[in-house]
């Protein structure tokens, strides 16, 4: 072969080689575009979707008795519901049918539970693991509470694949001044990412027209020292809500004498803070119990009950007059409800 021949076919190859590379460079850009676009999308739309309100009329509402009465009480149930996924570990482990019959199950606990108000963490308002499915708007229709307020935390998705998912409060009474609770995030580059915990506080309006002020929340689960930057948070947000104010919640942190508590380098314990901002009360203030009694106490887990991270907390002007932990296995966490009186 010729040298020109051999210039021919080696530009050729070139030739073939820069086309192969500019196709390439082309279909990963189009691929790129597919999974950037719709994310791109999600998070500049996503503080539209960070407080949603939703009222069912067809809901009928029947007030806890003693709410209607001369003695003013007020019952509040919290509960960490984990995806709808149980005891397990994993989101994925079941499909959107299964997760579905267990959210029906817990509905039928939240009515059994008979609270006029209920704090919700980790319910998914649309997220693949659960079929796209709101959990929130299913167990506020099913265990009748006409009143849903939802509240991101996460709100992030894909072309095939979306997670938005956080906190909501189910109410039977009236609910006015719904506002989101502002908390550090763990780091920057994460919340602009997908976003991280935050809280929710409404006024909830009893059968007198007094007013409540009611916060749901869900403190960060990886650190004590993120946690003690929280609940300063929460302190100046709840200095300009109106009292009577009840936090309810899963925490995540528990007092300094609890079992597994945790503190920050500096030696701070996140739940002792909070307490000490803002003088609040909470049950059990002390494990007394036999053992099999202290275990029932525990919130988490329930395949392993060993802390107590779910917690109902209220100010000066009320009285928790009870408070139970129920046993179930339909989350990883164990629901609290508490009976709450007013005092005048």
Not at 171 to 191: F, H, I, M, Y
Not at 197 to 218: A, E, F, Y
Request: with cysteine; glycine share 6%; charged share 25%.
């Amino acid at each position: 072969m010729s040298d020109r021949s051999k210039q021919k076919v080696f530009s050729g190859s070139a030739c073939c080689g820069w086309l192969f590379k500019r196709r390439v460079v082309g279909w990963l850009l189009i691929a790129l575009a597919i999974i950037l676009i719709p994310f791109i999308l999600f998070r500049l739309t996503s503080g539209s979707r960070k407080l949603v309100r939703c009222d069912y009329a067809a809901v009928k509402a029947p007030l806890h008795e003693s709410a209607t009465g001369s003695l003013q009480t007020l019952r509040i149930a919290t509960w960490n519901i984990a995806h709808g996924r149980g005891s397990g570990d994993s989101n994925w482990e079941q499909g959107g049918d299964e997760k579905r019959d267990r959210i029906n199950q817990i509905a039928e606990k939240i009515r059994e539970l008979d609270a006029d108000v209920v704090i919700l963490n980790e319910v998914d308002f649309s997220a693949s693991w659960s079929g796209s499915h709101d959990q929130a708007q299913q167990i506020a229709k099913k265990s009748g509470y006409p009143i849903c307020v939802k509240q991101a935390n996460l709100d992030f998705g894909f072309l095939l694949g979306r997670w938005y998912f956080g906190n909501a409060i189910l109410s039977r009474l009236p609910v006015a001044d719904c506002k989101v609770v502002e908390l550090q995030p763990l780091n920057e580059w994460e919340s602009w990412l997908v976003g991280y915990k935050r809280g929710l506080s409404c006024t909830i309006v009893l059968p007198d027209q007094s007013v409540v002020s009611v916060v749901g929340l869900h403190l960060e689960s990886r650190g004590e020292a993120i946690r003690v930057e929280q609940v300063d948070d929460v302190a100046r947000h709840i200095g300009e809500l109106p009292s009577p104010i009840i936090i309810a919640g899963d925490l995540n942190t528990c007092p300094n004498d609890f079992p597994n508590s945790r503190r920050n380098a500096h030696g701070i314990n996140a739940f002792d803070r909070m307490i000490k901002q803002t003088q609040f009360a909470y049950q059990p203030q002390l494990l007394q119990g036999s053992d099999e009694e202290n275990l029932s106490a525990m919130t988490y887990s329930t395949v392993e009950p060993k802390s107590i991270i779910d917690w109902v907390l209220v100010s000066a002007e009320l009285k928790t007059v009870d408070q139970r932990v129920i046993d179930s296995q339909l989350s990883d966490h164990r629901p609290v409800v508490a009976t709450i009186h007013f005092e005048k």
